[in-house]
């Protein structure tokens, strides 16, 4: 929509604000309603509407009008609210005097809330025929143009109410992660984890590698940064002699911006005492197969057009074995020496400083070529002592620690290790 009739629009709908602040009341707050579209959908679709007349059903909906479709004497509107759409018949004759008039100068977007009983029309859909309508809130904004939507993915992102008003896909987002929190903590919580919560301002950032966010504290007179992780503050409390705990948590990290990574982000962050890194991975991989199961309905995802199954065991492979795996014109020569791993780097065209150890080498291997085809749930293991500083060394090879990433469709979701101690 061009600017220009953008501006003339919200001025008209200024005007209709105006309106109702002469007639008394503009912005009402005493309507309450009963029901929510997804609940009467799922207790009402399956009835016939000659049950729905014999034994009506009065309900009190509310929420925003997405369309709305004015045939003379009666008219349709799409209401939506949290849990879905739902249907709205007007009839002139059916409403109070001077209403249905009234109503045909609403807009689009308007929040509204109405009073009737439940019925369904000639195509089958559940509906309700309204006897009261009123407006709840003047919405002053136009929507995005029906059949357009909202296209733009820099406005989706900044305008993130705009975008879960037209897009029913960004509000099961929302929801799904709201439900996978809840499991996450049910989960813990039955194996006698303890939710804690750690400081987020920190005057020492630790726990990972990455440029903190810094502030000032005017009292203590002191800089202070956001944390970056709160792993040295969970472990404290394991050494206090809380021996199971955990943290959903948000973390700053004051770098690059894309798809993959956000300056600020929710982690969950947990410890264990008497375990290992085969005990989370055993964790872990329960955790993910029992949410896709429960709140998917099944163990196989859908994303991006790829399909991720979660029921089979997981894979776990060191790096150095995945290396070999995806590039089978490479030996375990050409790896397991600095000189010829440097070599293959150079042919890959991985740039490699002259401070790299065989660790870091192979790892920048692995994320070059291995990586991006882990696609399936994969647990990748025996990470080199050089880029693992906090990971306790495996006992049968000093070269590599107790500790795995685990990967799903070509994106790491999880670091986990054995604690130096």
Known sequence: MKEKDENSLIAQRRAKLDALRADGN?????????AVAGELHAEYDDRENETLEAEPVRVKVAGRMMA????????FIQLQDMSGRIQLFLQRDALPDGVYQAFKGWDVGDIIGAEGALFKTKTGELSVRAESIRMLTKSLRPLPEKFHGLADQEIRYRQRYVDLIMNEVSRKTFRMRSHIVQYIREYLNKLDYIEVETPMMQAIPGGATARPFSTFHNALDMDLFLRIAPELYLKRLVVGGYEKVYEINR???????????????TMLEFYQAYADYNDLMDLTEDLLRGMAKELHGTTTIDYQG???????????????????????????????????????????????????????????IFEKTVEGHLDNPTFITAYPTEVSPLARRNDNDPFVTDRFEFFVGGREIANGFSELN
């Open 26 to 34: 503009a912005f009402p707050n005493d309507f309450r309603r009963n």
């Open 68 to 75: 709305k479709r004015v045939m003379g004497k009666a008219s």
């Open 251 to 265: 973390n700053f990290r004051n770098e690059g911006l894309s798809t993959r990574h956000n300056p600020e982000f």
């Open 306 to 364: 790829s399909q991720y199954d979660f029921g089979k065991p997981f894979q776990r492979i060191s790096v150095r074995d995945s290396i070999l795996q995806f590039n089978p014109d490479l030996t375990a020569a050409d790896i397991d020496n600095l000189e010829s791993a440097r070599t293959v780097a150079g042919k890959l065209k991985i740039p490699v400083k002259d401070s790299y150890g065989l660790g870091k080498v192979q790892i920048e």
